[in-house]
């Protein structure tokens, strides 16, 4: 069992920037692969970055040059550092783990950021 807890959402305007945590605890070791997804009303989740375990990161076209994914695995957390964020951005954000060689899948219970325009 991984238990994941987001924080760092909020109200910002167009144009500035805020920084989402996602604490890990649990069975961390097993943890693989951690993404940020987000969901607007009534859109359908959608992948916005993800990090391995070694590192590597993607990133949705619409979030490219603005958000950065990273991980620190001492602190079991992965950050999602968005800048020049736009109202477009408003979504509810959830952290995902994806457990080692497994496709179990582990959710938090996401967080608000808005973005006025």
């Known amino acids: 069992q991984v238990q994941l807890v987001e924080s760092g959402g909020g109200l910002v305007q167009a144009g500035g920037s805020l920084r989402l945590s996602c604490a890990a605890s649990?069975?961390?070791?097993?943890?693989?692969?951690m993404g940020w997804y987000r969901q607007a009303p009534g859109m359908q989740r959608e992948l916005v970055a993800s990090?391995?375990?070694?590192?590597?990161?993607y990133y949705a076209d619409s979030v490219k040059g603005r958000f950065t994914i990273s991980r620190d695995n001492a602190k079991n957390t992965v950050y999602l550092q968005m800048n020049s964020l736009k109202p477009e951005d408003t979504a509810v954000y959830y952290c995902?783990?994806?457990?080692?060689?497994?496709?179990?899948?582990?959710w938090g219970q996401g967080t608000q950021v808005t973005v006025s325009s």
């Open positions: 990090i391995t375990s070694g590192g590597s990161t």
């Open positions: 995902k783990a994806t457990m080692w060689g497994t496709f179990l899948n582990y």
């Open positions: 649990g069975s961390i070791s097993r943890i693989g692969n």
